[in-house]
């Protein structure tokens, strides 16, 4: 399945996506390009150094027209023979021009555990409200904020001591874990989709992974 990228900042979900294809770990996946709506990103020179093609996009070359906006990145990915679109770190809500083009082929990863915080800084949210586990979700995009249908999720502590950089920290953990098994499982064919629910080709249920639980604090504690 030919992947494209999107990404708006430093990169470091799409390099361990990347990593993971030089490792054989995500074998249906050819990754074709980035498409990058910042200037200067870092994700920009992770892309050279793994010798993908990118494309920059400059949102703020469009003065707000986000029709026109879409229209070009639809046509960079198109350029790039497009399927499976990855958004990572990419930090615009896309609207109907380019998920109309890709109907159930975008997905995204997002720093919480959805569907509770969904939108921006989610990490002062979390630690301001006081949730004690948090996490990372990898989901399909459908046009609301964060609200389409989920694909993997990882979760972790939150500590007494954390504050927003901790926590977003702890979680980028995560995210790189999860991502790059998302990613894999999508282009090898395995994720399916019942309604919103999205379902893993060859997991069935076992008693040994129902069990696995996540309490925090500790009941030790
Ligand atoms: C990641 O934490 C990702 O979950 C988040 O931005 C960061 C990008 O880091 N994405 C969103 O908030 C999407 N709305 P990265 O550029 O190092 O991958």
């Known amino acids: 399945m030919k992947v494209a990228c999107m990404c ?5 979900n799409m390099k361990s996506i990347l990593e993971a294809k030089a490792a054989g770990r995500i074998p249906g996946a050819e990754f074709r390009g980035l498409i990058c709506d910042e200037e200067g990103a870092g994700a920009l020179e ?23 906006f879409e229209g070009r990145v639809l046509e960079a990915l198109r350029g790039f023979g497009t399927e499976l679109v990855v958004l990572a770190g990419f930090q615009r809500v ?3 021009t380019v ?5 159930g082929k975008v997905m995204n990863i997002h720093p ?7 939108g921006h800084q989610v990490w002062a949210k979390e630690t301001g409200y006081g949730v004690k586990i948090a996490g990372a979700t990898v989901h399909f995009v459908d046009e609301g904020v964060d609200s389409g249908p989920i694909i993997l999720q990882g979760a972790v502590p939150v500590l007494e001591t954390d504050g927003p950089d901790e926590l977003s920290a702890r979680i980028l953990a995560v995210e790189h874990r ?4 998302a990613v894999d499982w999508v282009t090898s064919g395995r994720v399916t989709l019942e309604g919103r629910v999205s379902r893993l080709k060859g997991f069935g249920p076992s008693e040994a992974q129902a069990e696995a639980v996540l309490i925090w ?3 030790t504690a």
């Open 8 to 12: 708006s900042g430093r990169g470091s």
């Open 46 to 68: 992770t892309a050279a150094a793994f010798g993908l093609p990118s494309v920059t996009v400059p949102f703020r070359d469009f003065k707000g027209d986000r029709p026109a």
């Open 94 to 96: 896309l609207g109907k």
């Open 99 to 103: 998920l109309g083009a890709y109907p």
């Open 112 to 118: 919480a555990l959805l569907p509770s915080f969904p």
């Open 178 to 181: 999860i991502f790059p098994v």
């Open 217 to 219: 604090p500790p009941l």
